[in-house]
């Protein structure tokens, strides 16, 4: 993929772009507004990663001008207000996703990746498929290899949301949003637990294991 | 009805209808006054003219020549106006009238077998005559009739001039309650968060609501400029301190890639990502505090289900819960309970109530949420039977920063019961600690729904 990162400070902004490079992406680095804006208006990239704080022209000014621009590449806005409030400025403004510093960089590579690939529309699917593992949506019925799996309500939209994104890493935080709802980490292990709790299920009595964990990052159904 | 009752209060209505009642009382008198002059004017004419009649009679040499006198007059006069009667010294009556008295007062007979009774008012008088008596009466059927001239003269000046002021008053009552809401409206979006409102002051508004309105603006204006100082402040702040941290951040992750697998390396490079997540932790619940305290989140509220937010907060926390040997146990109805507030904040101040719990108390302690109503009050409380706060200590622990002596050594910042506290304030509930006898119980009284 070819990425952009806006991003003013230098250490931050070429680590993100390292670790990047190191997943098999282009990515250009820029460390000032302006340039950004340029950049991102010239076209082509998959994904822009921009810092919301920037010199001159702060990311939010950035962000609004592509969009009226009609600019429609998806944009991971990263800022060092980590409150709801400031979210949800940021994704009015434009933004598709969100992430507060510091951020583990596992979080970030997730989400850039996630953007990426985001479904246009949500598919009218009644059934989810992984190797021989089948969701009914209707039904609402799970079964592997033909038998049958009892799963609680939070277990069926956790694998529901994972099947989804079939191949895709979901990180804690992600799972936290989407599947709990809830726009903070209340610091629990909620989502080890419930993994585990659907591995159990799921996987242990079955030869492959197809609920991968990332290490560093989150959880991934195997494609 | 209220509305009505609004509008009879108000200021101008009630200077219309008093200014009414004075105008009113005040036309009475004078037209009490006049009646009473004309009326006695009146009087007084009926009274010579009878005194001239009375003459008349007295001028007749004897009482056979008032009989005839009498007989010739009354044939030719209308016995509505005028009533003549001599009752001669031979008891003849003589005339087109008779007087006589019961119970019920006068009464006037007609002497002409066609009328029985005179009807109206008139006044007589009786007077002795060559051993007979005499008696003439005059109608008062102008001066009735100037009763019935004044009464018309009252309505046709003073209804209109009513119905004029007091729907006059009633307009003027609409008008100022209209602008005095507007100005209610802009107060009540200034108290929730929205300091870009403004009370926009109309040409035909009062000079008071104006200049009230004005002073308001600039109140707005003030704190908006606070506002955004403040906004900036802490934006600078985050900005220069998140950066090095971010910083940190990424070079304990690239360490952690480093070090490979030597335990001791691995184990210090997760204590400092650790540390790094800690400070962040301290620093975001600040800056949410700072926000949470002015009010400024409120234009974000929405209707939230309360049993909702409460079951999946306590779903994040049964499993640490039962690993720390506690017992996490909810107690919410079926039925949603809704209200009017920030999910995410709520969601917030019941994840920092029930880690406190779980911070704060002995393994085996039993920590219960539960949500009800208390009248049209929803109530949701956090108990637990673990050792308590001091009750001296129940209004320290929820200042910020506030720690008991034996929690120092325990993990925290001393942030959480003060965002409790700001968050409930934000949805304009009230916190109390409680001893749960034993343990600590903290209570959440929120508004009433809809009152």
């Keep these: ?68 621009a009609g600019t429609l590449t998806p944009v991971l806005l990263l800022t060092a207000l980590g409150d709801v409030e400031d979210r949800i400025e940021g994704l009015q403004a434009g933004a598709d996703d969100y992430l507060a510093k510091p951020f583990a960089f596992g979080e970030l590579s ?9 479904p246009q529309a949500l598919e009218a699917e009644t059934v989810l498929r992984a190797a021989d593992l089948e969701m009914n949506l209707i039904t609402r019925q799970v079964a592997r290899g033909g038998v049958v799996i009892d799963l609680l309500p939070r277990e069926f939209a956790l694998l529901e949301h994972l099947l989804r994104r079939k191949g895709r890493v979901q990180t804690r935080t992600m799972l936290l949003e989407n599947v709990w709802d809830i726009g903070f980490d209340p610091g629990t292990n909620v989502v080890e637990t419930h993994v585990s709790r659907l591995r159990a299920k799921v996987d242990k009595p079955f030869s492959r294991e197809l609920i991968e964990t990332v290490r560093g990052a989150g959880y991934r159904i195997v494609a | 009805m209220i509305r009505l009752r609004q509008i009879w209060r108000s200021m101008p209505l009630r200077l219309a209808i008093l200014l009414v009642a004075l105008f009113a009382m005040a036309s009475l008198l004078s037209l009490a006054a006049s009646y009473a002059v004309t009326q006695a004017s009146f009087e007084e004419s009926i009274r010579a003219d009878l005194q001239q009649d009375l003459a008349g009679f007295r001028a007749a040499p004897s ?18 106006r005028l009533i003549l009667s001599y009752i001669a010294p031979d ?75 007091l729907s006059g008053g009633l307009i003027l009552a609409r008008r100022s309650k209209r602008h005095v809401e507007l100005v209610e409206r802009a107060l009540d979006k200034m108290t929730s968060g929205d300091l870009g409102a403004r009370v926009r ?16 603006n600039q109140m707005a204006v003030a704190q908006e400029a606070q506002m955004g100082a403040l906004r900036d402040v802490t934006s600078d702040i985050a900005h220069d301190l998140r950066t090095p941290l971010q910083r940190v951040a990424l070079y304990v992750q ?10 001791e390396s691995a184990a210090l490079t997760a204590k400092m990502q650790g540390e790094v997540e800690g400070m962040s932790h301290v620093f975001n619940a600040l800056l949410q505090l700072a926000r ?97 706060i001091p009750a ?23 942030l959480g019961l003060s965002l409790v506290q700001a968050v409930a304030g934000l949805h304009g509930a009230e916190v109390t600690l409680q001893d749960n006898a034993p343990g600590l119980r903290v209570t959440l009284r929120f508004p009433a729904a809809d009152g």
């Design chain 2, 91 to 165: 008891g003849r009556i003589y005339g087109n009238g008779a007087i006589a008295q019961d119970e019920g007062g006068f009464h006037i007979f007609s002497l002409n077998p066609e009328r029985a009774e005179f009807e109206g008012e008139y006044l007589s008088l009786t007077n002795a005559l060559y051993g007979g008596v005499i008696t003439i009466a005059r109608s008062r059927a102008e001066i009735v009739a100037l009763r019935g001239v004044f009464v018309n003269i009252l309505l046709i000046s003073l209804l209109p001039t009513v119905l004029i002021a």
């Design chain 1, 110 to 118: 997730a989400r850039v990746a996630a953007l990426a690939r985001r």
């Design chain 2, 292 to 388: 949470v305290e002015a009010g400024s989140p409120k234009a974000r509220f929405e209707t939230v289900d309360l049993c909702d937010v409460c079951r999946t907060l306590a779903e994040m926390f049964e499993d640490s819960a039962t690993t720390s040997g506690h017992v996490l146990s909810l107690d919410v109805p079926a039925a949603p309970l809704c209200l009017h507030g920030d999910r995410a904040l709520l969601g917030q101040l019941l994840s920092n109530l029930i880690e406190n719990a779980l911070r704060h108390t002995p393994a085996g302690t039993q920590i219960t949420v539960s949500l009800d109503m208390q009248g049209p009050a929803p109530v949701l409380q956090v108990s637990d039977n673990g050792p308590g």
């Design chain 2, 63 to 80: 009482a056979r020549a008032v009989a005839q006198l009498v007989e010739a007059e009354s044939r030719a006069a209308d016995p509505g």
């Design chain 2, 392 to 414: 001296e200590e129940h209004s320290k622990v929820l200042q910020r920063l506030y720690r008991l002596d034996r929690s120092r050594q325990t993990p925290g910042h001393g």
């Design chain 1, 1 to 68: 993929m070819k990425l952009l990162v806006v991003e003013d400070d230098a250490t931050t902004g070429s680590y993100i772009a390292r670790g990047l490079r190191e997943e098999g992406h282009v990515v250009d680095l820029v460390t000032e507004g302006k340039g950004g804006l340029v950049a991102a208006t010239s076209g082509g990239y998959d994904v822009i990663v921009l810092d919301r704080m920037l010199p001159e022209i702060d990311g939010l000014t950035v962000l609004k001008t592509l969009r009226g």
């Design chain 2, 201 to 216: 002051t109309g040409p035909r508004w009062s000079d008071d609501l104006v200049r009230i309105g004005g002073k308001l």
């Design chain 2, 254 to 263: 690239d360490l952690q890639d480093r070090v490979g697998d030597d335990p």
